[in-house]
């Protein structure tokens, strides 16, 4: 599976991003998916993650009630949609496709990783 995110950008804090994540070469609908980022000085972390089917999803603590990660399968498209944003919400963010609905970050493919920075 080829992953490709976009969406980041410049916002204020406050405000809000979608991000997207369009897969290709391979069945999306059959991997589970997953958000990380990556801030600056720190370890990649996990964001959020989705199930396959989207029947389930887990979020960070950081995140919850801010966050939300959703998938079209038939466009072979995963989104999180990010409100409220913080400056501590800078980082990278990439996408990630795996056999199996995780939280940690042993995803089999990942994306090239989109910049979201959160001015205050």
């Known amino acids: 599976v080829q992953l490709q995110a976009s969406g980041g950008g410049l916002v204020q804090a406050g405000g809000f991003l979608r991000l997207s994540c369009v897969a290709s070469?391979?069945?999306?609908?059959?991997?589970?998916m997953g958000w990380f980022r990556q801030a600056p000085g720190k370890e990649r972390e996990f964001v959020a993650a989705i199930m396959w089917s989207g029947a389930f999803t887990n979020y960070a603590d950081s995140v919850k009630g801010r966050f939300t990660i959703s998938r079209d399968n038939a466009k072979n498209t995963g989104y999180l949609q990010m409100n409220s944003l913080k400056p501590e919400d800078t980082a990278v963010y990439y996408c990630a496709a795996g056999q199996r609905f995780r939280s940690d970050d042993q995803y089999d493919y990942w994306g090239q990783g989109t910049l979201v920075t959160v001015s205050s």
């Open positions: 070469g391979r069945t999306f609908s059959r991997y589970a």
